[in-house]
């Protein structure tokens, strides 16, 4: 296409077609195979029954709007954290946050770090917004707060953590990431995704909530999709108030649809739904690392609900052939090249019968 075609045209501002565009995991098997979804981090017990009949039940009224601050969600979200509803922002799902947060404080020019195998759309809300994107080496597969913190400079505006991380499943504990915080300008917004919170089961992790509560840049994001409402879209930040009124400032303003806001209200309450779940991963979290390092597969120690299993270099068993296998099977996994792990795959701790389906399947896999 020439010069004269592209001038006849709306074009996007420099750099947005740079972004390399996210890309899901798979969700469909061969026609007549059963499919075991193991790609997306979704609740393998499903949404809460609560939930369900609290969506069922807002059918009859679609035609009106939703509250556009979502208030009894925000006050049902506070009661069972302990927070105050004024600090805290629900959603269209965390992404929409963290692009908000990139919208609002960052520039052209400016810098935003994140960790080098950190969630994808940390780049992609970075590039949207004219910044630089850092990305920072881990160590161990594990964010290494030492080189975060050599990597602030004087155009640092925004330092985008997962904790736990996404597709690792490794974590910092809180004594971490507060030394982090210590460390940082104050002008520079310490965002802490805490997506996969519920599932972690350490002493010292600590979501983010008494270091928000203490300071005036940090903010926690947190999501439903984890935990049983990922097609809900629903999520939510907890901030001080004066990033929690730029927030509102520009969000859409009924950014929350009525049936996730009564289907949130729910499942947040439904503390026994979210007991079983976690309770089942936990159970099934080690099992599913026992066994794969059984099969002489290497597992990254995951407080998650996944994990990363990683393949020989011997070509013939590599992460590619084993995805193409699994495939065939019904058994879908998520290919990670894109966030550095060329020879991984990331696995959802699913079903009973999901997981013990993928260890045999990937047994035979190995002996081929």
Same mark, same amino acid.
């Given at each position: 296409m020439d010069k004269a075609q592209i001038q006849a045209r709306p074009t996007p501002r420099a750099g947005i077609m740079d972004i390399e565009a996210y890309v899901p995991g798979k969700s469909t098997a061969p026609a007549g195979v059963r499919l075991f979804k193991l790609s997306s981090n979704e609740n393998p017990l499903g949404p809460s029954p609560k939930a369900i009949e609290a969506a069922r039940d807002v059918a009859a009224r679609l035609d009106i709007y939703p509250d556009g601050s979502a208030r009894r969600l925000r006050e049902a979200i506070?009661?069972?954290?302990?927070?105050?509803? #004024?600090?805290? *922002?629900?959603?269209?799902?965390? @992404? /929409?946050?963290?692009?908000?947060? +990139?919208?609002?404080?960052?520039?052209?020019?400016?810098?935003?770090?994140?960790?080098?195998?950190?969630?994808?759309?940390?780049?992609?809300?970075?590039?949207?917004?004219? #910044?630089?994107? *850092?990305?920072?080496?881990?160590? @161990? /597969?594990?964010?290494?707060?030492? +080189?975060?913190?050599?990597?602030v400079t004087e155009r640092t505006k925004i330092i985008f953590l997962a904790n736990p991380n996404n597709p690792t499943g490794t974590y910092l504990p809180f004594q971490e990431v507060r030394r982090l915080h210590s460390a940082l300008p104050k002008s520079v917004l310490l965002v802490i995704d805490a997506a996969y919170a519920e599932y972690v089961r350490r002493n010292d992790y600590e979501a983010g909530v008494e270091l928000v509560a203490g300071n005036e840049n940090v903010v926690m994001t947190r999501t439903f999709s984890k935990i049983g409402l990922g097609g809900a879209r629903l999520g939510w930040m907890y901030g001080p108030l004066h990033i929690v009124d730029a927030v509102n400032r520009v969000r859409g303003p009924f950014n929350v649809n009525a049936t996730a806001i009564e289907a949130g209200i729910a499942a947040v309450h439904d503390r026994e739904h979210i007991a079983r779940s976690v309770e089942h991963n936990e159970r099934w979290l080690a099992?599913?690392?026992?066994?794969?390092?059984?099969?002489?597969?290497?597992?990254?120690?995951?407080?998650?609900?996944?994990?990363?299993?990683?393949?020989?270099?011997?070509?013939?068993?590599?992460?590619?052939?084993?995805?193409?296998?699994l495939t065939a099977r019904g058994y879908i996994l998520r290919r990670v090249a894109g966030y550095g792990f060329p020879n991984a795959l990331r696995m959802t701790v699913g079903t009973e019968e999901a997981n013990r389906g993928v260890v045999a399947a990937l047994a035979e896999f190995l002996k081929s």
């Amino acid at each position: 296409m020439d010069k004269a075609q592209i001038q006849a045209r709306p074009t996007p501002r420099a750099g947005i077609m740079d972004i390399e565009a996210y890309v899901p995991g798979k969700s469909t098997a061969p026609a007549g195979v059963r499919l075991f979804k193991l790609s997306s981090n979704e609740n393998p017990l499903g949404p809460s029954p609560k939930a369900i009949e609290a969506a069922r039940d807002v059918a009859a009224r679609l035609d009106i709007y939703p509250d556009g601050s979502a208030r009894r969600l925000r006050e049902a979200i506070g009661e069972v954290h302990g927070l105050n509803p #004024a600090n805290i *922002v629900c959603s269209n799902g965390s @992404d /929409e946050i963290l692009g908000l947060l +990139a919208q609002i404080y960052l520039a052209p020019g400016d810098e935003a770090i994140f960790t080098e195998h950190g969630f994808m759309v940390y780049r992609i809300y970075i590039q949207a917004a004219g #910044a630089v994107p *850092v990305a920072v080496k881990e160590t @161990d /597969e594990r964010a290494d707060v030492d +080189a975060i913190l050599a990597a602030v400079t004087e155009r640092t505006k925004i330092i985008f953590l997962a904790n736990p991380n996404n597709p690792t499943g490794t974590y910092l504990p809180f004594q971490e990431v507060r030394r982090l915080h210590s460390a940082l300008p104050k002008s520079v917004l310490l965002v802490i995704d805490a997506a996969y919170a519920e599932y972690v089961r350490r002493n010292d992790y600590e979501a983010g909530v008494e270091l928000v509560a203490g300071n005036e840049n940090v903010v926690m994001t947190r999501t439903f999709s984890k935990i049983g409402l990922g097609g809900a879209r629903l999520g939510w930040m907890y901030g001080p108030l004066h990033i929690v009124d730029a927030v509102n400032r520009v969000r859409g303003p009924f950014n929350v649809n009525a049936t996730a806001i009564e289907a949130g209200i729910a499942a947040v309450h439904d503390r026994e739904h979210i007991a079983r779940s976690v309770e089942h991963n936990e159970r099934w979290l080690a099992w599913l690392t026992d066994e794969f390092t059984k099969l002489g597969l290497r597992v990254t120690p995951s407080v998650g609900n996944f994990v990363l299993i990683h393949f020989p270099n011997d070509g013939k068993h590599s992460a590619a052939a084993a995805d193409d296998y699994l495939t065939a099977r019904g058994y879908i996994l998520r290919r990670v090249a894109g966030y550095g792990f060329p020879n991984a795959l990331r696995m959802t701790v699913g079903t009973e019968e999901a997981n013990r389906g993928v260890v045999a399947a990937l047994a035979e896999f190995l002996k081929s």
